[in-house]
Each structure stands twice: as structure tokens, then as C-alpha cells.
Nanobody, 125 residues
């Protein structure tokens, strides 16, 4: 699976951004997809994940109610809609392709085998 993330940028606090991850490869539609983020000096952290059919999702507590993950297997894309952005959301955001089944462990980045190059999100106060 090859992944290409896009949609990052600079936005004021309270604004919105829509991140997109374009995936290629025959196994894309059969794996869990996730979004992670990493700020300078901080370990990569889980943001959201979605099952291969899209019926199950998981969002980090810090983004619940503000971010929404979705996927379109027909078009090979995974979307992270980010609303009510805060300065603490500033980070490089990565999409990743991971396990073949959805569980509480989807928050563990070690379960993801393929990673995109990352897209910078900067939220100004």
C-alpha cells in the first residue's frame, strides 16, 4: 500500500481543515486505516482510525467531537475532517495502513505497516 497525505496548512484557532489520504494497492480496502500526528519533541500519537468497511471508528479523546475520520474504498481515500481546531492540534499528520481487523489496539502505531509522508497542520492562536 502506498499512501499520500495532503490538505494541511495554516489556519486560525476555531477554523477547519480537511486532510485527505490517497491510497493505492490492492489491500487498501481490507485494512484498518489510521491518522496519527507528531509535534516537535513529542512521540507520535493516535488521532483516529476506521475499519476497512467504515463501520467502526475510534477517535482520541483530545479530538472527539471535533475530528471525524471517514473512508471511500471505491476511490481509495481516507478523510480526516478537522473542525474547531486548537493551537495544540499543531503537528505533522500522517495517514497509515494497518491491521486487518479493528480492535482497541488500533491506537498503537506499531500495528501499522505503511505510512504516508505527512502533512503539516499549523493552528495559530
Amino acid at each position: 500500500v502506498q499512501l499520500q497525505a495532503s490538505g494541511g496548512g495554516l489556519v486560525q484557532a476555531g477554523g477547519s481543515l480537511r486532510l485527505s489520504c490517497a491510497a493505492s494497492g490492492r489491500t487498501f480496502s481490507s485494512v484498518v486505516m489510521g491518522w496519527f500526528r507528531q509535534a516537535p519533541g513529542i512521540e507520535r500519537e493516535f488521532v483516529a482510525a476506521i475499519s476497512w468497511k467504515g463501520g467502526r471508528t475510534s477517535h482520541a479523546e483530545s479530538v472527539k467531537g471535533r475530528f471525524t475520520i471517514s473512508r471511500d474504498n471505491a476511490n481509495g481515500t481516507v478523510i480526516l475532517q478537522m473542525n474547531s481546531l486548537k493551537p495544540e492540534d499543531t503537528a505533522v499528520y500522517y495517514c497509515a495502513a494497518g491491521p486487518s481487523y479493528f480492535s482497541a489496539s488500533v491506537q498503537n502505531p506499531r500495528l501499522y505497516d505503511f505510512w504516508g509522508q505527512g502533512t503539516q497542520v499549523t493552528v495559530s492562536s
